[in-house]
């Protein structure tokens, strides 16, 4: 506790300083992998529902749902290859 002590008036700002910048730095790099990674998707919304749901939603919103889940099974697909190939280049 003496060391803290003897440091003076002020000193606390310099590590809320540093605490802030680790913080953004922090923010910065989720928000880039949620980028990366199609996690800003509007549409999401839609893979909630299922084939028992048509009739309690509109042909527009159906469709739409249904468009959402093919776009999403392609992607999985892609994402899923992708790792495939990665595990067969590092073995």
């Known amino acids: 506790m003496n060391f803290l002590d003897s440091l003076g008036d002020g ?3 310099y590590l809320w300083l540093v605490v802030g910048a680790l ?5 910065i ?9 199609e996690q800003f998707d ?3 919304k839609y893979l909630v529902f299922s084939e ?7 042909p527009e919103e159906y469709a739409k ?11 999985r697909e892609r994402v899923l290859k992708a790792q ?8």
Do not use: P
């Open 11 to 13: 000193w606390t700002i």
């Open 23 to 27: 913080i953004i730095a922090a923010s």
């Open 29 to 37: 790099y989720g928000i880039r992998w949620a980028a990366r990674n």
């Open 42 to 44: 509007e549409d999401i």
């Open 52 to 58: 028992s749901d048509k009739d309690k939603m509109s």
């Open 65 to 75: 749902s249904r468009e959402v889940l093919a776009a999403q099974e392609a992607s």
């Open 84 to 91: 495939a190939e990665e595990r067969n280049r590092a073995a």
